[in-house]
């Protein structure tokens, strides 16, 4: 697939979204890590997926901390990843290509090493002084409020210079940016212009409800179950209900600020990582809302072990109840989160068969979707040692969390490469073993691949109006079977998903006498009358007539 891309203002609006994790996609200097050129080498694979845009997780300069979600530089790109040159060139490659791109600003926070920082803690009264979060002692030299660090430990950092704690929600070498600072949010925008003004197509916003903390500091109180001992986590930030150091209202009027700016360029788009708990999709429903705020949003919701009709459901439901006339991208994988074929494979069970069975469900929800670079391929959750771990959230947490190196190793693009075709190099984490039968080139040419599922997939959902940008209506039905209906057009298709490993039986809506089965229906039968028979673990999508 290569064209001009459309510029139509609503291009987003039910689009397939590639997230590229840049370091691990493709090394082109041989140094191990993945850059910029590797990705415009491998463009086309994407291309072919049927995607119509990729997000690229951050290249900026940065210190790597944070594998770089610990900007130094939000206008320049680390010569680990090449080039201001380099990025023009990817985007210029893209646009011929027919894809767009989006790429990760992360607003909320910045390196310790940024030149802003840097003058921020220097004094109490230079001209950026104001720009984080700084914050007095308790009077027993305790921190302001009781505040987690998602990452492990207080939230609040002691500056011997300044002799005041600033904020950090994750590393202490991530401080976080006082929004409340009108310069602040300015200077921000201007690096959002910076980056629209060379052919950015969109923007995912990093934490987007982390960026307004609470101005009083207050303590958060804890969750209820919590307090009754019904919880087991392994981190203790899940204790708390994190009402004050993040979600505040003040942050609607920013995300307004950032809409009107991607507005005056046309045809942009955002979407933003809402990390919310339970009140996510209300959330959800408050950024994206009215037109005026982000365009769409995606929550953890789908992000976790829970696999399962009536959780699907809850989710869709839950949504379309808060959120009337906003928009969610779903995703089952990213580089925060266990691979979905590895949480979601039963003991015993077959992950080929879940990662079929989960981008059809994907492609058939409501919203647009986003794909994690090698969930094409099948790929699981790399198992790695601990002394391979770059990931500080892991190493923090090791051996009750992993932490994110096993969903962040290289594509495996050559089966026989020393290296999988990613790098002449040492990779900067170690190929999987099991990810080499799983190669591009190997599945490339089979068309009864994983890869080629996806490619089918997708090429199929493009062609029905119903299940890019349709209604959704769930049905009631009985087990662990999720039925429901997307409309559009004209076009009214029925969507089953049979989450047990035994075959169930499923009637068709009333009034229906006739189904036509799309390009991948699945594996179904009419054996009834009236009903479908659906094979454990399968799905069914037929055109009601």
Same mark, same amino acid.
Request: with cysteine.
């Given at each position: 697939?290569?064209?001009?891309?459309?510029?139509?203002?609503? !291009?987003?609006?039910?689009?397939?979204?590639?997230?590229?994790?840049?370091?691990?996609?493709?090394?082109?200097?041989?140094?191990?890590?993945?850059?910029?050129?590797?990705?415009? +080498? +491998?463009?086309?694979?994407?291309?072919?997926?049927?995607?119509? &845009?990729?997000?690229?997780?951050?290249?900026?300069?940065?210190?790597?901390?944070?594998?770089?979600?610990?900007?130094?530089?939000?206008?320049?790109?680390?010569?680990?990843?090449?080039?201001?040159?380099?990025?023009?060139?990817?985007?210029?490659?893209?646009?011929?290509?027919?894809? +767009?791109?989006?790429?990760?600003?992360?607003?909320?926070?910045?390196?310790?090493?940024?030149?802003?920082? $840097?003058?921020?803690?220097?004094?109490?009264?230079?001209?950026?002084?104001?720009?984080?979060?700084?914050?007095?002692?308790?009077?027993?030299?305790?921190?302001?409020?009781?505040?987690?660090?998602?990452?492990?430990?207080? @939230?609040? %950092?002691?500056?011997?210079?300044?002799?005041?704690?600033?904020?950090?929600?994750?590393?202490?070498?991530?401080?976080?940016?006082?929004?409340?600072?009108?310069?602040?949010?300015?200077?921000?925008?201007?690096?959002?212009?910076?980056?629209?003004?060379?052919?950015?197509?969109?923007?995912?916003?990093?934490?987007?409800?982390?960026?307004?903390?609470? +101005?009083?500091?207050?303590?958060?109180?804890?969750?209820?179950?919590?307090?009754?001992?019904?919880?087991?986590?392994?981190?203790?930030? %899940?204790?708390?209900?994190?009402?004050?150091?993040?979600?505040?209202?003040?942050?609607?009027?920013?995300?307004?600020?950032?809409?009107?700016?991607?507005?005056?360029?046309?045809?942009?788009?955002?979407?933003?990582? $809402?990390?919310?708990?339970?009140?996510?999709?209300?959330?959800? @429903?408050?950024?994206?809302?009215?037109?005026?705020?982000?365009?769409?949003?995606?929550?953890?919701?789908?992000?976790?072990?829970?696999?399962?009709?009536?959780?699907?459901?809850?989710?869709?439901?839950?949504?379309?109840?808060?959120?009337?006339?906003?928009?969610? #991208?779903?995703?089952?994988?990213?580089?925060?989160?266990?691979?979905?074929?590895?949480?979601?494979?039963?003991?015993?069970?077959?992950?080929?068969?879940? &990662?079929?069975?989960?981008?059809?469900?994907?492609?058939?929800?409501?919203?647009?979707?986003?794909?994690?670079?090698?969930?094409?391929?099948?790929?699981?959750?790399?198992?790695?040692?601990?002394?391979?771990?770059?990931?500080?959230?892991?190493?923090?947490?090791?051996?009750?969390?992993?932490?994110?190196?096993? #969903?962040?190793?290289?594509?495996?693009?050559?089966?026989?490469?020393?290296?999988?075709?990613?790098?002449?190099?040492?990779? !900067?984490?170690?190929?999987?073993?099991?990810?080499?039968?799983?190669?591009?080139?190997?599945?490339?040419?089979?068309?009864?691949? $994983?890869? @080629?599922?996806?490619?089918?997939?997708?090429? &199929?959902?493009? *062609?029905?109006?119903?299940?890019?940008?349709?209604?959704?209506?769930?049905?009631?039905?009985?087990?662990?079977?999720?039925?429901?209906? *997307?409309?559009?057009?004209?076009?009214?298709?029925? #969507?089953?998903?049979?989450?047990?490993?035994?075959? @169930?039986? $499923?009637?068709?809506?009333?009034?229906?006498?006739?189904?036509?089965?799309? %390009?991948?229906?699945?594996?179904?039968?009419?054996?009834?009358?009236?009903?479908?028979?659906?094979?454990?673990?399968?799905?069914?999508?037929?055109?009601?007539?």
């Amino acid at each position: 697939m290569t064209g001009k891309v459309s510029m139509g203002d609503d !291009w987003w609006r039910g689009c397939v979204i590639y997230q590229v994790y840049p370091r691990s996609y493709q090394d082109s200097t041989g140094d191990g890590s993945g850059d910029l050129a590797g990705i415009t +080498r +491998r463009l086309p694979h994407i291309a072919s997926l049927g995607a119509d &845009a990729v997000w690229l997780s951050p290249f900026f300069k940065s210190p790597m901390a944070d594998m770089g979600y610990d900007v130094s530089d939000y206008c320049d790109v680390d010569p680990m990843f090449g080039s201001l040159a380099d990025f023009d060139a990817l985007v210029a490659e893209a646009h011929r290509l027919g894809l +767009r791109i989006i790429i990760d600003q992360v607003l909320s926070h910045s390196s310790d090493k940024h030149p802003w920082f $840097v003058e921020s803690r220097a004094s109490r009264d230079n001209p950026r002084a104001d720009w984080y979060v700084w914050a007095e002692p308790k009077p027993d030299g305790t921190a302001p409020s009781n505040w987690l660090s998602i990452f492990g430990g207080p @939230a609040w %950092e002691w500056d011997s210079t300044r002799r005041q704690y600033y904020l950090h929600n994750f590393l202490a070498s991530q401080p976080d940016l006082n929004f409340h600072n009108p310069d602040v949010q300015d200077a921000l925008l201007e690096t959002v212009r910076f980056w629209l003004d060379r052919g950015v197509d969109g923007f995912r916003l990093d934490t987007v409800n982390f960026y307004v903390h609470d +101005r009083w500091l207050r303590d958060n109180p804890p969750l209820e179950k919590s307090v009754s001992g019904e919880i087991e986590e392994k981190n203790p930030y %899940e204790y708390q209900d994190h009402l004050f150091d993040k979600t505040r209202p003040e942050n609607i009027g920013f995300l307004k600020r950032f809409r009107a700016l991607l507005d005056e360029y046309g045809a942009r788009s955002s979407v933003g990582e $809402v990390g919310d708990g339970a009140r996510s999709l209300q959330t959800v @429903a408050a950024y994206t809302s009215g037109g005026d705020k982000l365009h769409m949003c995606y929550t953890f919701d789908l992000l976790g072990p829970a696999f399962s009709a009536e959780h699907v459901r809850k989710c869709v439901d839950d949504f379309e109840a808060a959120v009337a006339d906003g928009w969610v #991208c779903w995703a089952f994988s990213n580089h925060d989160v266990i691979r979905h074929v590895t949480r979601w494979t039963r003991p015993g069970g077959d992950p080929e068969r879940v &990662a079929r069975f989960s981008i059809a469900l994907l492609a058939c929800l409501r919203g647009s979707i986003c794909l994690y670079q090698g969930e094409e391929l099948g790929f699981g959750e790399a198992d790695l040692a601990f002394e391979d771990l770059r990931d500080p959230y892991g190493i923090r947490f090791w051996p009750g969390y992993k932490g994110r190196d096993g #969903c962040r190793t290289p594509m495996v693009w050559e089966a026989q490469s020393e290296q999988g075709g990613f790098t002449d190099g040492k990779p !900067w984490l170690p190929i999987a073993d099991e990810h080499r039968a799983l190669a591009v080139d190997r599945q490339q040419a089979d068309a009864r691949s $994983v890869l @080629a599922h996806y490619r089918a997939v997708l090429e &199929a959902r493009r *062609r029905h109006p119903a299940l890019v940008a349709g209604t959704i209506k769930i049905l009631a039905a009985e087990g662990d079977v999720l039925t429901f209906e *997307r409309e559009a057009k004209g076009e009214r298709l029925l #969507c089953v998903f049979n989450f047990s490993d035994a075959a @169930a039986d $499923v009637p068709l809506p009333a009034g229906v006498r006739k189904i036509e089965p799309l %390009e991948f229906a699945g594996t179904a039968g009419l054996f009834a009358p009236g009903t479908l028979q659906v094979p454990g673990l399968a799905y069914f999508i037929g055109r009601l007539i």
